[in-house]
């Protein structure tokens, strides 16, 4: 009668979660988001897949359901930090050329902070909310966006509200770049937070684009409030919409 072995394979077995316990001088909440950290799958496949943050699978399953980000697109990724964004449109859009019979895309990264240097991607330095940050932005470009995208976030002051409406004041500004570099037909999609101030800024992107849709891609953490717009079909300085 052959002898029973232990079953090495892992499969039927729970994955075992990695606790982290408090050290000296850390905070709880720092503890408990390292603990999250450690845990999260999407984490996990960013490291493994080579992406610079989880976020990036936001932007991977927004493209999946709506897709954006087609080769020879000309892609702006504002507030760019630390690259993920990036990195998806990247290869989705044939920046480096790799899809051979697929028109070649552009993208462009836009933070005020520097990045480190992202393949396939031309990444500058820039307060987009200066005067003259359309300018440039085209002229980096070549010519009007297709695609103008935003994950930023306000650093977090402890109060929701203010943070709500931090982030609301950002994409907003977002949204302003986008009218003004974006070709007709264009496609904005930018993080937003739920809590009631973005009605303003939802009624404008229906003035502005064809179709409004917003999303909570399964990559935004369950106890997170944030979600995102996904706006296209943009009408340009057409059908009543007198430039500025």
Known sequence: MPRKTKNTSGRGQRDLKVKVKTARGRKLSSTLWLQRQLNDPYVKRAQAEGYRGRAAFKILELDDKYRFLVPGARVVDLGCAPGGWCQVAVARVNALGEKKGKAVGRVLGIDLQEVEPIPGAEIHQLDFMEDGADD???EWLGGPADVVMSDMAAASSGHKQTDHLRIVALCEAAAELAFDVLEEGGTFVAKVLAGGAEAELQTLLKQRFRKVVNVKPPASRSD???????????RGWSDGNAAP
């Open 136 to 138: 440039k932005v085209k």
């Open 224 to 234: 997170s409030s944030e979600k995102f717009v996904v706006a296209s079909g943009y």
